[in-house]
């Protein structure tokens, strides 16, 4: 009997430890992920298309990355999924932006959540914030501009696409910090997004809109517009040539939007520098040269530790800024 009852449990044994084998070899052979913390289309979704389809074509992936989509909570949901349910996904990639690094310092993903939650990738492109007014406009210049705001903030109406806490109000914020003007005495127009902003400035509705290099340029070519400033730390090659930056007008402001990932908090070490490697090695390809170009999006060369800590020094700024400009305490 005790032989019959060891030969069964050995048989149970080797069918269980077969099955567990056999689904790991199926959890590796997982295809490669990237999932879009938003509705399809969209910046989010822009972003993972952009390894996608990347990756596939410089042939850096054996197989097709899948796009897929979890909205919710402007970026809160994924971010939950990823550290509580795929924590040590090999094969997924979050794609997130600056957005994510501000709503993560503003508090936006739940209290419990920081910045070292997950484990940040790299990113493969970039755009910078601009301070934009109609071609018409009486100021010339950022430093005509921000006198004006000076002697009175609320005598400029400035409109962009979010809230106060946004993106591009934090742009504006920043400048008038730059020159000792109290955010909170601004004169901010909301509006539901860059494109309906800009509408509002050709309309004369608002007088300076903070928006985002890559998305004027049609405008730039019409000469509708003038942009006063580009939130980057050097001038833009091509067509933003002759465009100054704020800092070598003496405002020391910048505001890049990156495109980039994270990974899961319990992904291996090795895994980790293999995803950092291939969007490393992605970056330098021309093919993707042309395919970021074709985004609007500037060269961004961030990968693995270096961008870990890029993106956990900016939560820091950030935090600190919403404190001073009164968002938090």
Not at 67 to 73: E, R
Not at 167 to 182: E, G, P, Y
Request: proline share 5%; with cysteine.
């Amino acid at each position: 009997m005790p032989k019959s009852i060891s030969l069964r449990r050995w048989l149970v044994a080797a069918v269980t430890g077969g099955a567990l084998l056999t689904g790991a070899v199926q959890a590796q052979a997982k295809p490669p992920e990237c999932i879009a913390p938003a509705k399809p289309g969209g910046g989010y979704d822009l972003t993972c298309r952009l390894a996608a389809n990347g990756l596939q074509d410089a042939k850096l992936i054996d197989e097709p990355m899948m796009v897929s989509y979890m909205p919710g909570g402007i970026g809160a949901v994924a971010y939950n999924h990823v550290t509580g349910v795929r924590d040590d996904d090999p094969n997924l990639i979050v794609a997130a932006s600056t957005g994510a690094a501000l709503n993560l310092a503003l508090g936006k993903f739940g209290q419990q959540h920081k910045v070292d939650d997950v484990r940040w990738l790299g990113a493969l492109g970039v755009d910078y914030g601009a301070i934009v007014v109609r071609k018409d406009a009486p100021w010339q210049n950022l430093d005509e501009l921000m006198k004006a705001m000076k002697q009175n903030p609320s005598s400029v109406v400035i409109g962009a696409g979010g809230t106060i806490g946004s993106q591009d109000w934090m742009k504006a914020a920043l400048m008038a910090k730059a020159d000792d003007v109290d955010p909170r005495k601004l004169r901010y127009v909301s509006f539901e997004g860059g494109g309906e902003a800009l509408a509002a400035l050709l309309g004369e509705h608002i007088q300076v809109f903070t928006g985002d290099l890559a998305e004027l340029k049609p405008q730039l070519d019409s000469g509708e517009i003038r942009i006063l400033a580009a939130l980057s730390e050097e001038r833009m090659g091509g067509p933003y040539a002759d465009i100054p930056t704020a800092k070598e007008q003496g405002y020391d402001v910048e505001w890049p939007i990156w495109r980039g990932y994270y990974m899961g908090p319990n992904v291996s070490d090795a895994e980790y520098q293999k995803w950092a490697d291939r969007l490393e090695q992605l970056s330098e390809t021309e093919s993707f040269a042309k395919l970021r170009e074709g985004r609007g999006l500037f060269p961004m060369s961030k990968f693995g530790d270096d961008f870990h800590q890029y993106v956990t020094q900016q939560v820091a700024d950030f935090t600190q800024l919403a404190k001073d400009v009164g968002l938090t305490q």
